[in-house]
């Protein structure tokens, strides 16, 4: 398989990564870094900002998890139909990138004290996700196709139903949106995967 992903034993920045190459029914290779390894510091010299994930594709070496989805995307046809739908798709994704960064403070910085307030606060972002959705004829987010912007919202969607099992009750096409994704064949059968299931979702136990 052309697809090499380096990175922790961590679901992390490549859990929509890995959801969109199963359901696009792509092979890959994992290297896992131990992370005492990792701090002696020979492979993070080597990547071109000092951290993981890394994503090959042949001999193209690439970094940063959202530059691996629109690759991903550009190359199997989950990119829109043209530079509108690039654009739209491009949009969403950055706004799925916004909360997820949101998440990962919360959960490596102020897992603790800020939960609470974190979830209190959650709806105000998936309303957003919830009209846009609303709207969709097609069920996706852009145009009448999946696109890699569908897998990282379904993706962080998965990981705030652990956090909060009860955050997508008041966001019916949300909602029908996980239903739909998890029962696309091969993304069912890469969920119910010990690879999937062995990997905790951060780094730090907090999920
Ligand atoms: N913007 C990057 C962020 C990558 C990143 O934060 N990597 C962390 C690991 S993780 O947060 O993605 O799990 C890292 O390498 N940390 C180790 C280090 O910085 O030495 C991306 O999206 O890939």
Not at 70 to 85: F, M, P, Q, S, W
Not at 140 to 147: A, C, E, Q
Not at 163 to 188: E, H, W, Y
Request: net charge neutral; aromatic share 12%.
């Amino acid at each position: 398989a052309p697809y090499t992903i380096t990175y922790f034993a961590v679901r992390g920045r490549c859990g929509a990564l890995r959801i969109m190459l199963s359901d696009l029914g792509q092979e890959w290779k994992e290297i896992v870094v131990n992370f005492d390894e990792w701090m002696k510091g020979d492979l993070k010299k080597t990547c071109v900002f000092g951290q993981l994930p890394k994503l090959q594709d042949g001999d193209l070496v690439l970094f940063q998890s959202n530059t691996f989805l629109r690759h991903v995307g550009r190359k199997h046809g989950a990119y829109g139909k043209n530079d509108t739908e690039a654009a739209l798709i491009d949009m969403f994704n950055d706004g799925v990138e916004d909360l997820r960064i949101k998440y990962l403070k919360m959960i490596y910085q102020e897992y603790d004290t800020g939960k609470d307030a974190y979830i209190k606060d959650l709806p105000n972002h998936l309303s957003k996700f919830e009209a846009v959705l609303e709207k969709s004829s097609s069920g996706f987010l852009v145009g009448g196709s999946i696109s890699f912007a569908d897998y990282s919202l379904f993706e962080v969607l998965l990981n705030h139903q652990v956090l909060s099992p009860t955050c997508l009750d008041s966001f019916p096409a949300l909602n029908g949106f996980v239903q739909k994704m998890s029962s696309r064949p091969k993304i069912k059968a890469f969920l119910d995967s010990d690879a999937y299931k062995k990997l905790p979702i951060n780094g730090n136990g907090k999920q």
